[in-house]
């Protein structure tokens, strides 16, 4: 509603402009008055676009924290237990990558953001499992994949990281870049 309020002032003020333009001029004194007003308004309607700019950024902020509060405080928890459950061991390349898509959502990390943006999902997962210590032997049984396809994707990892011909350890890097681990599986 707001927003078609300034609409509104916005054509109000084109349409104003529009009609001073295309009048005869008048002389200097009188045209002078008529332009001081419409500067006023202009200034006035400058600092009522400028306090809801404000109040926008105010309301996004809140949300913003809602949401990262919500995120740590009543979802992280559960990916926590998933990931200690036993039972629940064929989800965890799934539960991983997605609690470091939620941690994406909610950090301020550039490093962070463009390490999940570079990463397809199946190497989020395998780097989620990589930053947990995981063997690659332990990779390939709960992605039921092969050995040789979890050191491929390491690679690639690796490569899109940039991070191929150093002295890294991967795990290290990832913890490095991605954050704090969830907890520690038991």
Same mark, same amino acid.
């Given at each position: 509603?707001?927003?078609?309020?300034?609409? %509104?002032?916005?054509?109000?003020?084109?349409?104003?402009?529009?009609?001073?333009?295309?009048?005869?001029?008048?002389?200097?004194?009188?045209? %002078?008055?008529?332009?001081?007003?419409?500067? $006023?308004?202009?200034?006035?309607?400058?600092?009522?676009?400028?306090? !809801?700019?404000?109040?926008?950024?105010?309301?996004?902020?809140?949300?913003?924290?809602?949401?990262?509060?919500?995120?740590?405080?009543?979802?992280?928890?559960?990916?926590?237990?998933?990931?200690?459950?036993?039972?629940?061991?064929?989800?965890?390349?799934?539960?991983?990558?997605?609690?470091?898509? !939620?941690?994406?959502?909610?950090?301020?990390?550039?490093?962070?953001?463009?390490?999940?943006?570079?990463?397809?999902?199946?190497? $989020?997962?395998?780097?989620?499992?990589?930053?947990?210590? $995981?063997?690659?032997?332990?990779?390939?049984?709960?992605?039921?994949?092969? !050995?040789?396809?979890?050191?491929?994707?390491?690679?690639?990892?690796?490569?899109?990281?940039?991070?191929?011909?150093?002295?890294?350890?991967?795990?290290?890097?990832?913890?490095?870049?991605?954050?704090?681990?969830?907890?520690?599986?038991?």
């Amino acid at each position: 509603m707001q927003f078609k309020e300034i609409s %509104g002032e916005t054509k109000y003020f084109e349409h104003e402009m529009n009609k001073n333009n295309s009048r005869p001029k008048k002389e200097p004194g009188k045209n %002078g008055s008529e332009l001081e007003s419409l500067n $006023m308004e202009l200034f006035q309607t400058c600092k009522a676009v400028s306090v !809801l700019a404000k109040n926008l950024d105010k309301e996004k902020d809140e949300l913003e924290q809602r949401v990262n509060s919500t995120i740590f405080s009543k979802v992280m928890p559960i990916i926590d237990k998933l990931l200690a459950e036993k039972r629940a061991e064929e989800f965890w390349p799934e539960i991983s990558s997605m609690a470091e898509y !939620l941690k994406s959502i909610t950090t301020k990390s550039r490093l962070h953001l463009e390490t999940v943006s570079l990463l397809t999902d199946r190497e $989020m997962k395998i780097a989620a499992l990589v930053k947990k210590k $995981m063997s690659n032997k332990e990779i390939a049984r709960v992605m039921c994949v092969a !050995l040789e396809t979890v050191e491929a994707h390491r690679r690639n990892i690796r490569k899109k990281l940039k991070i191929q011909n150093s002295n890294h350890k991967l795990s290290e890097y990832l913890a490095t870049v991605l954050g704090n681990e969830i907890r520690d599986r038991q």
